[in-house]
């Protein structure tokens, strides 16, 4: 495989508030914090919408936004998008994220990217930089 040669934040966020994404991931008001072929950090604000009874964020709005980051470092490695689908996703909620947050960031990194199939791993942190979920997954390219 050729080298990788990567996008830019800017290429990614308009990726990202394209109908690429379903109109409800765009709702998410994910912005793209940092990039680099392979990896990419996201910033998620912390709205009263995405808040559940218990105070805290809910794990639906985490895993979306884990999910939809990860189709980011999948593009930026590949230097822009290719129709992929996910085949499976597996996150671990170790803390809450407050609901009293303005944001968690999002870092996902690909692990291996194949011809057919792409691994990659997602850490959401709270505002205090604590480690809130972990997620591993696997892409299907399309």
């Not at 109109?23 to 392979?38: H, K, N, T, Y």
């Not at 912390?46 to 895993?63: F, I, N, S």
Request: net charge negative; proline share 5%.
């Amino acid at each position: 495989m050729a080298d990788p040669v990567g996008m830019s934040l800017s290429s990614l966020q308009e990726m990202l508030d394209s109908p690429l994404f379903a109109a409800w991931v765009r709702d998410l008001a994910l912005r793209v914090a940092e990039v680099r072929p392979g990896e990419v950090h996201l910033a998620l604000p912390v709205t009263a919408r995405h808040v559940h009874g218990g105070g805290v964020v809910c794990g639906q709005t985490l895993m979306a936004a884990a999910d939809t980051a990860m189709v980011l470092a999948v593009s930026s490695q590949l230097g822009g998008f290719q129709p992929m689908t996910t085949v499976q996703l597996q996150t671990s909620f170790l803390r809450p994220v407050p609901g009293t947050d303005t944001e968690a960031r999002v870092i996902a990194r690909v692990l291996r990217l194949g011809k057919s199939l792409a691994f990659g791993e997602i850490e959401v942190h709270d505002a205090s930089g604590r480690l809130a979920a972990h997620s591993t997954t696997t892409y299907a390219l399309l």
